[in-house]
T-cell receptor, first 117, second 113 residues
Framework: DAGVTQSPTHLIKTRGQQVTLRCSPK?????VSWYQQALGQGPQFIFQYYEEEERQRGNFPDRFSGHQFPNYSSELNVNALLLGDSALYLC????????????????FGPGTRLTVL | DAKTTQPPSMDCAEGRAANLPCNHS???????VYWYRQIHSQGPQYIIHGLKNNETNEMASLIITEDRKSSTLILPHATLRDTAVYYCIVRVYLGGATNKLIFGTGTLLAVQP
């Protein structure tokens, strides 16, 4: 049973550049969420995708955008990178129509460490 | 946005029970409490979740107070590999079967030999 996978594991960019991060959900899951985790902080919700559309968004600027593909995998794109975008970016997947709220659980990938210089 | 408060750090002796407290006094009636842990900047690992009843699985037990304003995660026999940041989280529904996890700042549990 494949878990959530993310690529790349590490990435170094310079200010003003653009970056694309990738995520494959856990087998059987159809919904992907992205979180940003700054050093020493808890993860912050960026947005959630299902049925290839952005459904909910956290307090992040439009420089952060995403995409979901028919196979449920997802990309996170960040444009015009700032030093403050340096963080661990986490992808989490779930089955949107779980059998019940009690079985609705998100599973996280290992993350992509982005460093902006 | 934070809905949970946790102590920043705790120590526990190896082999003893670790009891991690969490306050979530503003939790709404349909919001679940989740616990995840994160070891050295890896992805958060799911531990357990509950709504209002106590829950137990192979990893831990979750005790939720009757008023649901606080909870305690119990690791019955802590090992050195349980050293991690433990997050108490509220799952918020956003409509249309979408939800998000609201993380706090977590508790760093250090298991001592």
């Amino acid at each position: 049973d494949a878990g959530v996978t993310q690529s790349p594991t590490h990435l170094i960019k310079t200010r003003g550049q653009q970056v694309t991060l990738r995520c494959s959900p856990k087998s059987g899951h159809d919904t992907v969420s992205w979180y940003q985790q700054a050093l020493g902080q808890g993860p912050q919700f960026i947005f959630q995708y299902y049925e290839e559309e952005e459904r909910q968004r956290g307090n992040f600027p439009d420089r952060f955008s995403g995409h979901q593909f028919p196979n449920y995998s997802s990309e996170l794109n960040v444009n015009a990178l700032l030093l403050g975008d340096s963080a661990l970016y986490l992808c989490a997947s779930r089955l949107r129509m779980a059998s019940s709220p009690s079985t609705d659980t998100q599973y996280f990938g290992p993350g992509t460490r982005l460093t902006v210089l | 946005d934070a809905k949970t408060t946790q102590p920043p750090s705790m120590d526990c002796a190896e082999g003893r029970a670790a009891n991690l407290p969490c306050n979530h006094s503003t939790i709404s009636g349909n919001e679940y409490v989740y616990w995840y842990r994160q070891i050295h900047s890896q992805g958060p690992q799911y531990i357990i979740h509950g709504l209002k009843n106590n829950e137990t699985n192979e990893m831990a037990s979750l005790i939720i107070t009757e008023d649901r304003k606080s909870s305690t995660l119990i690791l019955p026999h802590a090992t050195l590999r349980d050293t991690a940041v433990y997050y108490c989280i509220v799952r918020v529904y956003l409509g249309g079967a979408t939800n998000k996890l609201i993380f706090g700042t977590g508790t760093l549990l250090a298991v001592q030999p």
